[in-house]
Nanobody
Framework: QVQLVESGGGLVQAGGSLRLSCAAS????????MGWFRQAPGKERDFVAG????????YLADSVKGRFTISRDNAKNTVYLQMNSLKPEDTAVYYC?????????????????WGQGTQVAVST
């Protein structure tokens, strides 16, 4: 049974920072690309960031470029999302997911396992 467990969410003031973690168990994800998505209330789930298995190649949505960084520690089977300069519009439930195939970061159908999500709330 594969499990992805996100943590690190919470309430923060605008301009603050949070680091989200996604720990995988049941299978090693070191050979998989990993992605972070978010879903704000009443909106669709959107792509935020992705990272290839090697940890070198990353991709960020335009809305978070320059503020968010994605990284991974394959020895710990964990992926991170460092979020700086947070804005109220970053408020959402953040999900991580593993992508065993495909070339499109934003195609949610290419991701096979998803975590349960962690809530991020940014106040003004």
């Amino acid at each position: 049974q594969v499990q992805l467990v996100e943590s690190g969410g919470g309430l923060v003031q605008a301009g603050g920072s949070l680091r989200l973690s996604c720990a995988a168990s049941g299978r090693t994800v070191r050979s998989y690309a990993m992605g972070w998505f978010r879903q704000a209330p009443g909106k669709e789930r959107d792509f935020v960031a992705g990272i290839r298995w090697n940890g070198v190649n990353t991709y960020l949505a335009d809305s978070v470029k320059g503020r968010f960084t994605i990284s991974r520690d394959n020895a710990k089977n964990t992926v991170y999302l460092q979020m700086n300069s947070l804005k109220p519009e970053d408020t959402a439930v953040y999900y991580c997911a593993s992508r065993p195939y495909g070339t499109s970061w934003t195609a949610q159908g290419d991701y096979d396992y998803w975590g349960q999500g962690t809530q991020v709330a940014v106040s003004t």
